[in-house]
């Protein structure tokens, strides 16, 4: 209890110190000044089970209306193509908002952050972003939008730096909180120095009719610096056009960052340094002869970046490398077996495998199921061939056929009726014949379920 007392007195002593270093004139001038970069981005989600519309925070941040978004507004498991209608929704203070049509641009895994670009030719104020810094003790302000149900007007919360954080992201933590996620981050005179990115259990949708108003009364309290997504804004994706990922061929649940005892037991006190794992198969990896049990202590002549604890060390790596091009050369720095001593080995980063959002799909209506194309990430989890034929159920309506039989959301159907099943196009196929030749029949289907082979009979609605 006493704890507790003691922290909120710590809060509240940071708020008002905070509050000391800003004049009311000089947040009202950023807060007039910066509104019009700040909007709301609203889409549909058209899926299987129907239409849903959702909105989130987003940031200007070009004059021909290129918007900035947290990616967590685009689940990874929803497909590209089920995005739909979206707008760009401008609030205002004296009018009722305005709704402009736009284009979603794409995913941007390097930054975690999406963009939407508004259709048409229009006057915008966008944020630029600089690379500055936030000492513990800084006061900051941030700015977003509210909720749906407060017309999506733009806000401003003020606090004080209280830690800066290293990571997969690095953060600079806010206590006190800060305007919702989405929203954009200010120095006392003015620069944009941070994004208030996704954030464990603080929602990033302003349209929840549960709970309108969480994102303000359960802010986050972090904050990812400017120089952590810049490569963005320079380099952002390009409309129509899927965003290319490289990839060194281990995967991060793979790769293990080595703990203090077993780093100073190789003789690499206070050396950050990761062990690598499965090594794909065909991949870059692979190619420049890494295997399992091999330790990176060095990146292109560098030092791994730090994080606050050995897990950390994996997604940092693999966030590194996410953010090079295809076709780059990186030297890593490893020892492996009982040679302690360090070689240098050159990698050439290749594409990554899609992903499942980037996967065909295929609903069979009347039995209520989709199913999707396997794809790379599929056949390693389940330990399979990469040469695995079949598809994988990608979601299942409720109290359908489908549902009542137990098919469950990540079943790889290898049969159907007693037939293979090869690919996504010939499952069509079978089930199109099946359902036009002998409606009132039962479907049968094989599929792999967590290492074992089940059988499922599905009975069409009648």
């Known amino acids: 209890m006493k704890r507790t007392m003691m922290v909120i007195l710590v809060m509240i002593m940071f708020a008002h110190l ?3 270093q800003v004049t009311p004139e000089a947040a009202r001038k950023l807060y007039n000044d910066r509104t019009p970069s700040f909007v709301a981005v609203q889409y549909v989600w058209e899926s299987e089970l129907g239409k849903r519309e959702l909105v989130g925070a987003g940031v200007v941040v070009s004059e021909d209306g290129l918007i900035m978004t947290p990616l967590s507004l685009f689940h990874p498991q929803i497909p590209d193509k089920q995005l739909k209608e979206f707008k760009i929704i401008v609030p205002s203070q004296k009018q009722d908002s305005e709704e402009l049509d736009a284009v979603f641009v794409g995913r941007d895994e390097r930054s975690s952050v999406a963009f939407v670009k508004a259709k048409g030719k229009r006057s915008w104020t966008p944020v ?23 017309a999506y007007k733009t806000y401003l919360v003020q606090g004080i730096v209280n830690a800066n954080l290293r990571g ?10 800060l305007s919702g996620v989405g929203s954009a981050v200010f120095t006392t005179d003015g620069k944009a120095i941070g994004f208030v990115n996704v954030q464990a259990e603080v929602p990033a949708f302003l349209n929840d009719p549960r709970d309108p108003m969480r994102p303000v009364t359960d802010p986050p309290k972090f904050f990812t610096p400017t120089r952590d997504f810049m490569q963005s804004l320079t ?3 390009v409309a129509g056009e899927t965003m290319k990922v490289p990839w060194l061929g281990v995967p991060q649940s793979a790769m293990a960052g080595l703990n203090k005892d077993v780093a100073e037991s190789l003789g690499l006190k206070n050396v950050p340094a990761v062990e690598l794992g499965d090594i794909i198969p065909g ?15 060095k990146m292109n002549g560098k030092e791994l970046e730090r994080g606050d604890e050995p897990e950390e060390l994996p997604m940092i790596l693999m966030r590194s490398i996410r953010r090079m091009k295809i076709g780059s050369k ?10 302690k001593k360090p070689k240098d080995v050159e990698v050439t980063l290749e594409e990554r495998p899609k992903g499942a959002n980037l996967a065909e799909r295929y609903y069979a209506e009347d039995l209520g199921f989709s199913v999707r194309e396997i794809v790379f990430i599929d056949t390693y989890a389940r330990k399979l061939s990469r040469e695995q034929k079949g598809v994988v159920v990608a979601m299942i309506k409720p109290q359908s056929s489908a549902a009542t039989a137990r098919l469950q959301r990540e079943d790889l159907i290898t049969e159907v009726n007693g037939k293979p099943v090869e690919g996504l196009k010939q499952f069509e196929d079978l089930y199109k014949g099946l359902r036009k030749d002998k409606p009132r029949e039962a479907m049968v289907l094989v599929v792999l379920r967590e290492g074992n082979t089940q059988t499922i009979r599905v009975e069409p609605p009648q």
Request: glycine share 10%; proline share 8%; aromatic share 2%.
């Open 235 to 237: 380099d952002p994706p």
């Open 128 to 150: 630029k972003f600089e690379e500055g810094k936030a000492d513990v003790g800084d006061t900051v302000l941030s700015m977003g939008v509210l909720p749906k149900n407060a």
């Open 330 to 339: 990186v030297t890593l720095s490893i020892i492996e077996g009982s040679d």
């Open 168 to 177: 997969e992201t690095p953060q600079s933590m806010v206590l006190t909180g």
């Open 283 to 297: 991949s870059p990896a692979e190619k420049a002869k890494l295997k399992a049990g091999t330790i990176v202590l």
């Open 18 to 20: 905070a509050s000391a």
